[in-house]
């Protein structure tokens, strides 16, 4: 089931920290010469791509379409992010240092456009680095890097280090949840927890 909720997400991002995931695990499990975890993963994959395969086949239209990028509402979503980027930058030159506050991101972002859309339509930064940066400031950012490296200097660090620490990377490289909602960073730091 879960690679079922994997797949209808549709999320390109979770789509391709999966495969990441994965192709790294397959390496690591070859690398460490772990051959019967080697064997076992590469069964579950075939099977993975088998169920995958089979999804895909009526809902080829669909996936095609999410996979290229090429319709009317995967354009826009394209830009909007662009468009997030640039926004997230207007900020951080006001507020490297201490950022604008813990949640305050979308709230800032419409004090500081001269539209003052609807509240609904201010979306967070789908760059997990980059919200941080504009929420905390600088230091944090620096903080939770930090984290990071010194897990990955671990010398206790299990097989399952690298596909993990890959998989929240591009996670949190393509969107927002890890940090902006409070599910996601429970999650998040649980991970950590666990490597």
Not at 18 to 30: C, D, N, P, R
Not at 31 to 39: E, P
Not at 170 to 184: A, R
């Given at each position: ?148 490296i010194a897990l990955s200097r671990d010398k206790r660090k299990a097989e399952y280090f690298w596909p993990i620490i890959l998989m929240l990377l ?15 960073t429970l999650f998040l730091f649980f991970v950590l927890g666990l490597i």
């Open positions: 089931t879960g690679l079922l909720a994997l797949i209808f997400s549709f999320s390109r991002a979770s789509w391709l920290a999966f495969v990441v995931s994965l192709i790294t695990l397959l390496i690591v499990f070859l690398v460490k010469k772990n051959l019967s975890a080697f064997k076992r993963l590469l069964i579950l994959t075939f099977f993975s791509l088998i169920l995958a395969g089979i999804i895909f086949v009526p809902f080829s239209d669909l996936f095609t379409g999410r996979l290229q990028a090429s319709g009317r509402l995967e354009e826009k979503s394209l830009n909007e992010r662009q468009a997030q980027v640039y926004e997230a930058s207007d900020l951080l030159n006001q507020n490297w240092l201490f950022g604008v506050g813990l949640g305050n991101y979308t709230q800032k972002l419409r004090e500081n456009d001269e539209t003052k859309k609807a509240y609904w339509q201010y979306q967070p930064v789908h760059n997990s680095f980059l919200l941080l940066l504009s929420e905390t400031g600088i230091f944090s950012l620096l903080f939770f890097l930090a984290i990071l591009i996670l949190l490289t393509f969107d927002h949840w890890l940090i902006s909602l409070p599910f996601g």
